[in-house]
């Protein structure tokens, strides 16, 4: 999702472009990104071996060492970023580098301390289409705001569904998920149904920075009414793991298509 919504970041900004500088974003984002879960395997080993989902991670069953691991995280991530400095520009690779350390550095260590690790994480995940915005030239203007306020609004409501659905898996590995300390679910799908709501208004922001047309209005629309369907379900019943399950559902479908009718529109407008 990462190296997707980076190298449709790229084609928001440059409508009419080649194919070789989209593939250097799309590689540097994926080096990158690579490091920084290789990374985070390293650090959270201990963790993962508390959790069902996770135990079989190379790192956390003993099938790579601890040491191989950080030194593979750190040369994937410092590819990343060079490929970026090399073959995009040295904003582009700064950003990517910030992402990293975000993810890495404050994010992981955040998450076994306060659920509001939530938020933190939400910073260098909305950085990737940024990414491809400045790669393509298009600064921290207009667009390059927007899409970061979608992926920032975004991951919110995605991650409460996935907190709910593991909740147990992360009681085990000590993370303080808001998953966690709420019993009912009420808290969770609360929040989760308020940042939807958010997620909405941010889904037309492109509307009032660039030229859009009819096509990314429409597909705005129907993605809104899917996500707020699955929401509002969700909060009806906030202790059913398929209800948590629908909504996390939606926001797969909600990214992809939300961006990749972005990019139609700017083609076709």
């Known amino acids: 999702m990462s190296v997707v919504s980076a190298v449709l970041g790229y084609f928001a900004a440059e409508p009419s472009t080649g194919w070789v500088a989209p593939v250097v974003v799309g590689l540097g984002c994926a080096l990158a990104a690579f490091g920084a879960g290789v990374l985070n395997q390293w650090w959270e080993r201990g963790a993962d071996r508390l959790m069902r989902r996770t135990a079989a991670?190379?790192?956390?069953?003993?099938?790579v060492a601890p040491a191989t691991a950080l030194a593979y995280g750190i040369v994937l991530s410092a590819a990343g970023v060079g490929v970026l400095y090399f073959g995009a520009n040295a904003f582009a690779s700064f950003l990517a580098l910030a992402t990293v350390l975000l993810y890495?550095?404050?994010?992981?260590?955040?998450?076994?301390?306060?659920?509001?690790?939530?938020?933190?994480?939400?910073?260098?995940?909305?950085?990737?289409?940024?990414?491809?915005?400045v790669a393509a030239?298009?600064?921290?203007?207009?667009?390059?705001?927007?899409?970061?306020?979608?992926?920032?609004?975004?991951?919110?409501p995605h991650f409460l569904a996935i907190s709910w659905m593991c909740r147990d898996d992360y009681r085990a590995g000590g993370f303080r998920t808001l998953a966690v300390s709420d019993a009912t679910g009420r808290a969770v799908a609360r929040k989760a149904f308020a940042w939807t709501l958010l997620l909405v208004v941010v889904t037309f922001l492109p509307l009032a920075v660039v030229e859009t047309g009819w096509l990314f209005l429409a597909v705005a629309v129907l993605l809104s009414a899917h996500i707020l369907s699955a929401a509002l379900a969700y909060l009806r019943r906030p202790?059913?793991?398929p209800a948590a399950r629908r909504l996390f559902g939606a926001t797969l479908v909600h990214l992809p298509v939300y961006l990749s009718f972005l990019v139609v529109d700017r083609f076709i407008f």
């Open 57 to 63: 991670r190379p790192v956390a069953s003993g099938r």
């Open 239 to 241: 202790a059913s793991v």
């Open 137 to 156: 030239g298009g600064g921290l203007s207009g667009l390059g705001w927007a899409l970061f306020a979608y992926l920032f609004v975004w991951q919110i």
């Open 104 to 133: 890495v550095l404050l994010y992981t260590p955040m998450k076994r301390v306060t659920p509001w690790a939530l938020e933190v994480g939400a910073l260098p995940g909305a950085l990737p289409p940024v990414i491809g915005w």
